[in-house]
């Protein structure tokens, strides 16, 4: 079947350089950015991979019991559509705003596998369902057909194992404080504008949070990098048991938090684990 692996990734330069253009404009923002490279770096070394997922089919239950997250093919023919069949990640973020169970994976074991980036979400560039009007949307007028929305994915995917050195750079051009990615909530913005020039009309921060399309099975295990099982849900524990039993000890419930969604609390849970590993989160 064709798919993202048929076109050639973008070099990491040029992605690096695209976001050098945008932002040298800006005086503060290029001091900022010179100011924010030490965090940057050491916050992108370790930032996970975070799949959000629901009981819909591949049910969580299922995927557990397999132990394996499989490619699956994108709903509708839009922009999304040419994709292929994927394993959709977004990185050190749950942004995916539904779902109660989120898997946590160290990226170094996955990203060599057939991936790839973007620097948002690629469903973003779909329609909006029973309207033309897409999910992201340029902040300045530009031609904006399917055709248009498709070239710019291509023309910012990046392959998986240039993600760190991309998104090192991601993070110093967006935050004073690289950790603010992974502490800003749902409806959220970066402290400067996505240098891909999209925004959502919700404020939607899967606008500007990296998104990771692998198109090859996942497997999860300790050994191939699963981090954690989040659950947002204490009562899921037992039903995780009776999935996959030799997970069990990597299962965490997220915390309690006055006014936080089951997101946000899962993003808590992922700052924590980073905490332990010496991270200012």
Excluded at 252 to 269: L, N
Aim: proline share 8%; charged share 25%; hydrophobic share 40%.
């Amino acid at each position: 079947m064709s798919g993202e692996h048929d076109w050639p990734p973008a070099p990491l330069e040029g992605l690096q350089d695209g976001i050098r253009q945008v932002t040298s404009g800006d005086a503060d923002r290029v001091n900022a950015s010179r100011a924010a490279e030490v965090p940057a770096r050491e916050i992108a070394s370790k930032l996970p991979l975070v799949h959000r997922t629901v009981d819909a089919e591949p049910s969580w239950r299922t995927i557990l019991a397999d132990g394996r997250l499989r490619p699956t093919a994108p709903a509708g023919d839009g922009v999304r559509g040419t994709i292929g069949p994927a394993v959709y990640f977004f990185l050190g973020y749950p942004a995916y705003d539904n779902g109660q169970v989120g898997i946590v994976i160290d990226p170094a074991a996955t990203l060599t596998r057939d991936a790839r980036f973007s620097p948002f979400d690629s469903g973003g560039l779909d329609t909006v369902k029973g309207t033309d009007r897409p999910h992201l949307v340029p902040t300045t007028p530009r031609p904006w057909a399917a055709a248009d929305r498709l070239a710019l994915l291509r023309e910012l995917s990046g392959k998986g194992t240039d993600l760190p050195g991309y998104s090192a750079l991601f993070l110093a051009a967006h935050f004073h404080e690289p950790r603010d990615y992974m502490r800003l909530g749902q409806r959220s913005d970066p402290d400067w504008p996505a240098y891909h020039g999209l925004a959502a009309d919700d404020r939607d921060r899967r606008a500007w949070t990296v998104e990771v399309r692998v198109q090859e099975e996942v497997p999860l295990a300790a050994s191939a990098g699963l981090r954690r099982i989040l659950l947002a849900d204490p009562r899921l524990r037992k039903s995780v048991a009776a999935a996959a039993e030799d997970l069990l000890d990597l299962v965490a419930v997220t915390r309690d938090e006055p006014g936080a969604d089951d997101g946000e609390r899962m993003a808590t849970a992922i700052r924590r684990l980073l905490a332990d590993q010496g991270v200012a989160t």
